[in-house]
């Protein structure tokens, strides 16, 4: 019978690296010594669920501790000058796990939406780092560009509807920090009409085909 690895031994292993990283770093050969042990655990663990992944293509769940772990284990190794990249890589991470489900089984297009909008959040959060301006633009046309994928990526062709939202977004984020922005107060109404118009349209076209 195949022996289970005592968890103390682990503990014990973890808790030595950790030591050897942390005197490293304190006679200054190395920096981020306790980013580098996370950075390692973290690691290990999405590597852990990514051999589960695929080991099991249908175990899709994996893909979300996967991931994640792994854009933690990236953003932990990173130095302090590169701080700025912190939120991007983890955004990254968590996106890279919904992108793998849509395009594991691309019936999952719901993944789509999730994947842009933190890919977004990881962009705007660099962009805040360095601009020191508004980003608000910068998050509205990501998701007016996520909204766009869902049409434009395999099988969109039957999510058509998904182009109403992504042009008014694109719009609106365009607008945004312009002398133009008072246009986007007219933005909403236009959206409500434009929806109604359409779904108005669907059902006397089907009614009439039927």
């Known amino acids: 019978m195949r022996r289970i690895i005592d968890p103390r031994l682990l503990l014990g292993v973890f808790l030595v690296v950790w030591g050897i990283l942390a005197l490293l770093d304190v006679q200054g050969i190395i920096s981020n010594g306790s980013g580098i042990f996370f950075g390692l655990v973290f690691g290990a663990g999405g590597l852990v669920f990514l051999y589960m992944l695929y080991n099991d293509p ?23 000058s590169l701080e700025a990249y912190d939120g991007l890589v983890f955004f990254l991470g968590i996106s890279l796990a ?58 969109g062709t039957s999510r058509s509807w998904a182009l109403i939202p992504g042009i008014i977004l694109l719009l609106f984020g365009a607008l945004l920090g ?24 669907r059902f006397m076209r089907n009614r009439s085909s039927g």
Do not use: M
């Open 178 to 201: 312009t002398p133009f922005v008072g246009i986007t107060q007219y933005l909403w109404p236009a959206v409500l009409i434009i929806l109604g118009v359409y779904l108005v349209f």
């Open 98 to 155: 919904f992108w793998w489900v849509y395009f594991a089984n691309r019936e999952r297009w719901w993944a789509i939406i999730p994947a842009g909008v933190l890919l977004t959040l990881g962009v705007v959060s660099v962009l805040d780092s360095f601009s020191g301006r508004q980003t608000g633009g910068s998050f509205f046309l990501g998701l007016g560009l996520t909204f766009l994928l869902v049409t434009i990526l395999p099988g």
């Open 58 to 80: 249908d175990s899709w769940w994996a893909a979300f501790p996967g991931f994640t772990l792994l854009g933690l284990a990236v953003s932990s190794f990173l130095p302090a």
